[in-house]
C-alpha cells in the first residue's frame, strides 16, 4: 500500500471519528435527529451552511473550470454574497414559520401555506430526484481523487465503499449534531490544504501567482476575459443570476435542515452577515487551476487539474493529505445531502402513521439512497451525468412557490403554482434531454418564464371565477414584529 493511499484512508477513517463524537444521546426523534434540537449557535451554523458551499465540486470543480474556462469561473464569487444579503432578511421569516408550525423540511413548508399535501408530495419527490445527482457526484468526485493520486481504480472503489459506508454510519448514529462536527474538521483541513496550495504550485512550476498570470497574459491572453463559446457571457450572467436566485428561495431541501437547526433568529442573522466572506475561498482553486493553463497540455481532463499538479510537485504523503481534504469536501456535504433526502421521504412521501415509524422510514432511506448512488458511482459513473445539469435548473422552478409563500398571504391558490411548477420541470428536461436548445444561457431561467406565465394566467382563470381569496396568514404575517432583543 502507497503512502498516499495509506494517509488517504487514515484521513476517511478520521473524519468518520469526528461524526461518530457528534452524538449526545440516543434518539428516535426525527426532529432532533434532522435539525439538533434547534440549539445550534452561529459559529456551528457558519460550519454546516459552510459545508453547502464547499463541496467537491468547489475543491476540484472550480480549478477545473479555471483551467477550461478562464475568468468564466469567477461566476461562482458573486453568487453565495448577493444571496445572503437577501437571506439576512428572509432567512429568520422561514425560521419562525418553521418553529411555529413545525416543520422539518422544504416539503413541510409548502404543504402547509398552500394546504395541500399533493404539493408537498411532488416537491419531496423532485427534491430527491434531483439531489441524488448532486449525491453521486461527492461519492464519484471522492473516487476521481483517489484514482488520481494512486493510479488505481481498485483503491478507487475500494476507497468510495469504505467512506460512504462510514458516512452512513455516522449519520444514522448523530444525525446533524455528527454533520456539524465533521464541518469543523473538513473546514480546517480544506483551508490549509487550500492556502499551501495556492503559494506553493505556482512557485514551484511557474515562479509564483504573478509570473503565472505574466504567462496567461502571453500564451491564453484569451482566458482573462469572457470569451466566445460554451463559457460566454450569456453563460456566465445567466449562471450567476439562476445560482443566486436558487440559494436565496432556499430552493435545495438540503439547506433547511442546516437553516432550522439555528436557536433563534439571532444566529441566523449573524451568520448570513459574516459568511460571505468565507465565500472568497473559492478563489484559491481558481488560481491553482489558472497555473494548470501554462503548465499541463491540452486536452488534460479539468477535473483532475489540480490534482495533476500536486501529484507532480509534492510527496505521497502530502499528496495523501490533499486527497485526505477532497473526501472531506465529499463525505460532509454528503452527509447533509443524506439528511435532507431522508427527512423527505420520511415526513412528505411514505407517509407513516407514528414518529417511530416515520423515524424508521427515514433511517432506511439513508441507507437505500446511499446504496443508489453508491452503486452508480462505481457502476455506471456517467448514468447521471445529463441529470446533474437538471440539479440546478429543476430546483429553481421551486422559485415562484417559495416566493409566494413568503409574501405571508395566499394571493395564489395551490393549482396555478403546482401547474406552473408542473410546466417549469417539463421544459427543463426538454431543452436538457431533447436536444432542443442550443443557447447558452441557463435553462433553469428560461423554463421559469413558462412556468411563470403557467402560474398568472391560472391565477388569473382562478379570480375570474371566484375561487381564490386574498387570505392572511396572522401567525405568519406578524413575523416582522419581532422583539427589540431579535432585532
Do not use: C
Amino acid at each position: 500500500m502507497t503512502s498516499t493511499l495509506t494517509v488517504t484512508l487514515l484521513g476517511i477513517v478520521l473524519i468518520a471519528v469526528f461524526g461518530f463524537l457528534g452524538r449526545r444521546k440516543p434518539t428516535g426523534d426525527l426532529s432532533e435527529w434532522t435539525h439538533g434540537g434547534r440549539q445550534f449557535g452561529a459559529m456551528t451554523m457558519w460550519f454546516l451552511q459552510a459545508g453547502e458551499v464547499f463541496t467537491t465540486f468547489t475543491f476540484l470543480g472550480m480549478a477545473g473550470l479555471a483551467f477550461s474556462g478562464g475568468v468564466a469561473a469567477l461566476y461562482a464569487l458573486p453568487y453565495i454574497p448577493l444571496a445572503y444579503v437577501g437571506l439576512y432578511f428572509l432567512a429568520p421569516i422561514i425560521w419562525r414559520r418553521a418553529h411555529e408550525r413545525g416543520h422539518l423540511t422544504q416539503a413541510d413548508f409548502l404543504s402547509d401555506f398552500y394546504d395541500s399535501r399533493l404539493l408537498g408530495f411532488i416537491t419531496a419527490v423532485f427534491g430527491v430526484v434531483f439531489l441524488l445527482p448532486y449525491l453521486q457526484l461527492q461519492i464519484t468526485g471522492l473516487g476521481l481523487a483517489v484514482q488520481l493520486a494512486t493510479g488505481d481504480q481498485t483503491s478507487s472503489n475500494v476507497s468510495m465503499v469504505i467512506a460512504f459506508v462510514l458516512v452512513v454510519a455516522f449519520v444514522l448514529w448523530s444525525g446533524i449534531r455528527g454533520v456539524a462536527t465533521t464541518s469543523y474538521f473538513k473546514d480546517a483541513i480544506m483551508l490549509v490544504v487550500l492556502l499551501v496550495l495556492v503559494v506553493a504550485i505556482p512557485a514551484h512550476f511557474t515562479g509564483g501567482i504573478g509570473a503565472t498570470f505574466h504567462k496567461i497574459m502571453a500564451t491564453h491572453p484569451d482566458m482573462l476575459h469572457i470569451h466566445s463559446g460554451t463559457y460566454d457571457s450569456a453563460w456566465f450572467f445567466s449562471s450567476m443570476v439562476a445560482s443566486t436566485l436558487g440559494v436565496l428561495f432556499m430552493t435545495f431541501p438540503h439547506q433547511w435542515p442546516a437553516l432550522l437547526s439555528a436557536k433563534s433568529p439571532v444566529a441566523v442573522r449573524r451568520n448570513y452577515v459574516f459568511l460571505p466572506v468565507y465565500s472568497i475561498a473559492l478563489a484559491l482553486p481558481m488560481i491553482i487551476g489558472f497555473t494548470a493553463l501554462v503548465v499541463l497540455p491540452k486536452g488534460s481532463k479539468s477535473n483532475g487539474a489540480l490534482l495533476n499538479l500536486v501529484h507532480q510537485a509534492f510527496p505521497g504523503w502530502f499528496v495523501g493529505i490533499v486527497v485526505v481534504a477532497t473526501a472531506a469536501t465529499a463525505m460532509v456535504p454528503a452527509a447533509g445531502l443524506l439528511i435532507g433526502m431522508s427527512s423527505l421521504i420520511a415526513r412528505n412521501i411514505a407517509r407513516t402513521r407514528s414518529d417511530r415509524s416515520q423515524f424508521l422510514v427515514n433511517q432506511g432511506a439513508v441507507v437505500g439512497v446511499t446504496a443508489l448512488a453508491l452503486g452508480l458511482a462505481i457502476a455506471r459513473p456517467d448514468l447521471l451525468v445529463n441529470l446533474l445539469l437538471l440539479t440546478y435548473s429543476g430546483l429553481d422552478q421551486l422559485i415562484p412557490a417559495i416566493g409566494l409563500a413568503l409574501l405571508a398571504r395566499k394571493l395564489v391558490g395551490v393549482w396555478p403554482v403546482m401547474a406552473g411548477l408542473l410546466v417549469g420541470e417539463l421544459v427543463v428536461i426538454w431543452l436538457t434531454f431533447g436536444n432542443a436548445y442550443s443557447g447558452h444561457i441557463n435553462v433553469g431561467l428560461v423554463a421559469l418564464v413558462p412556468n411563470i406565465v403557467v402560474l398568472l394566467a391560472g391565477a388569473a382563470l382562478e379570480r375570474t371565477i371566484g375561487g381564490t381569496k386574498q387570505e392572511r396568514v396572522p401567525q405568519w404575517a406578524e413575523i416582522e414584529a419581532e422583539p427589540e432583543s431579535l432585532r
